[in-house]
């Protein structure tokens, strides 16, 4: 089993940043990737970001490529959303998510049911 927390959410104006943590317990050794996602009230979840462990490739959603860096702290099981040029449509629940399956294309991340392991979530609100 593992287990997914996230941190680092807040308030910020148009433009700042802000950077997104989410730590993995439990059966780490089992993670294969992981990824974030956001949601607004009244709409699905999207896909942010996300990495596969093995060789730390990354996948990002059109709307934050450029501005948004999904990385990785091995010694701490954590990974990574530093969130750059922050825009109020960024405004969402994040969700941090990992997965024990190994997928050797990396757009699979990019869905939400690849993920079994979810966060609670953290707020990012930003004002314009």
Known sequence: QVSVAESGGGLV????????????????VTI????????VPGKEREFVAALRWKDSATTYAESVKERFTISRDTTKNTIILQMESLKPDDTANYYCAATSVYYPIIDYYRSSRTYRYWGQGTQVTVNS
Do not use: P
């Open 13 to 28: 104006q148009a433009g700042g940043s802000l950077r997104l943590s989410c730590a993995a317990s439990g059966r780490t």
């Open 32 to 39: 294969d990737g992981m990824g974030w996602f956001r949601q």
